[in-house]
């Protein structure tokens, strides 16, 4: 079955720690995209990629990185200079990318916690 | 640019009907609707890519005005399952989901 598998489901981060984010997809789409998730909120973008080798940063980017060497994969790295990294991270993916119209389908999410 | 969305929560007897609107400042080129329950990835609903457009898909359906800035989400006749977090998402110049509307759906 097609899908996006995010990795680990809960994540532990100590102080001063970079931590990585696994998002993998095996639709063959094009886009993808990062977003956090805090409790009773909204869903805000991080990061999103339209073709693989290239990525646009979303409203939210600071202390995140990201990387698309692949078309399925898109890691997301919080990184210590991220100082409230304690949320609900989503990963997701469409066809086409932002202006196409597609439909995002989402992944099952990492929970990260601060020890 | 996030779109507004209201209520913010809404509780229904089964049976019943709501609708939830969706807001925003800027210019809206597509609508997306997606229903998350607690704890889980958000689902796709519907979109809706112009303005005047009309969709739906057993009891659930969607509008979109695109000279006012709004789209609509209409649940008719509601069942226990329509209960969840329902969010509005829409393209700017990336992608804003709207603030939620938490809809609970009792016996």
């Known amino acids: 079955d097609g899908g996006i598998t995010q990795s680990p489901k809960y994540l532990f981060r100590k102080e001063g720690q970079n931590v990585t984010l696994s998002c993998e997809q095996n639709l063959n789409h094009d886009a993808m995209y990062w977003y956090r998730q805090d409790p009773g909120q909204g869903l805000r973008l991080i990061y999103y990629?339209?073709?693989?080798?290239?990525?646009q940063k979303g409203d939210i980017a600071e202390g995140y990185s990201v990387s698309r060497e692949k078309k399925e994969s898109f890691p997301l790295t919080v990184t210590s200079a991220q100082k409230n990294p304690t949320a609900f991270y989503l990963c997701?993916?469409?066809?086409?990318?932002?202006?196409?119209?597609?439909?995002?389908?989402f992944g099952d999410g990492t929970r990260l916690s601060i020890l | 640019q996030q779109p507004v969305q209201s209520p913010q929560a809404v509780i229904l007897r089964e049976g019943e009907d709501a609708v939830i609107n969706c807001s925003s400042s800027k210019a809206l080129y597509s609508v997306h609707w997606y229903r998350q329950k607690h704890g889980e990835a958000p689902i796709f609903l519907m979109i809706l890519l112009k303005g005047g457009e009309q969709k739906g898909h057993d009891k659930i359906s969607a509008s979109f005005n695109e000279k006012k800035q709004q789209s609509s989400l209409y649940l008719t006749a509601s069942q226990l399952s329509y209960s969840g977090t329902y969010f509005c998402g829409t393209r700017g110049n990336q992608f804003y989901f709207g603030t939620g509307t938490s809809l609970t759906v009792i016996p």
């Open positions: 997701a993916s469409s066809m086409l990318g932002l202006g196409m119209g597609q439909p995002q389908h």
């Open positions: 990629s339209q073709i693989v080798n290239d990525f």
